[in-house]
């Protein structure tokens, strides 16, 4: 099993920056693939960006391309969310997540591993 817990989330005003950190403990070394995911209010939980564990294959959704960036630091088995230029669509829940499977990890039925979330709140 692998734990995830996310920390980082926050108020900010449009335009601001935040950083999110997930960090992994248990069978860390199972993980091919992490990523993050997000869930406002009334709307399905979305994909953001994710990232294989071993290696730097990244993908991005269109919404957040160019503003954030994932990142991980595998000595300290933690990943990260880089987010500068928010603006308040990017409020939500956000959700770090992995999976051991063979797979990119783009959509939220790909996921085997889940944290409780970090709430984002970009003030206008």
């Known amino acids: 099993q692998v734990q995830l817990v996310e920390s980082g989330g926050g108020l900010v005003q449009a335009g601001g920056s935040l950083r999110l950190s997930c960090a992994a403990s248990?069978?860390?070394?199972?993980?091919?693939?992490m990523g993050w995911f997000r869930q406002a209010p009334g709307k399905e939980r979305e994909f953001v960006a994710s990232i294989r564990w071993i290696g730097s294959s990244t993908v991005y959704a269109d919404s957040v391309k160019g503003r954030f960036t994932i990142s991980r630091d595998n000595n300290k088995n933690t990943l990260y969310l880089q987010m500068n230029s928010l603006n308040p669509e990017d409020t939500a829940v956000y959700y770090c997540a992995a999976t051991r499977r063979i797979v990119v990890l783009t959509t939220p039925a790909l996921a085997e591993f889940w944290g409780q979330g970090t709430q984002v709140t970009v003030s206008s």
């Open positions: 248990g069978r860390t070394f199972s993980i091919y693939n």
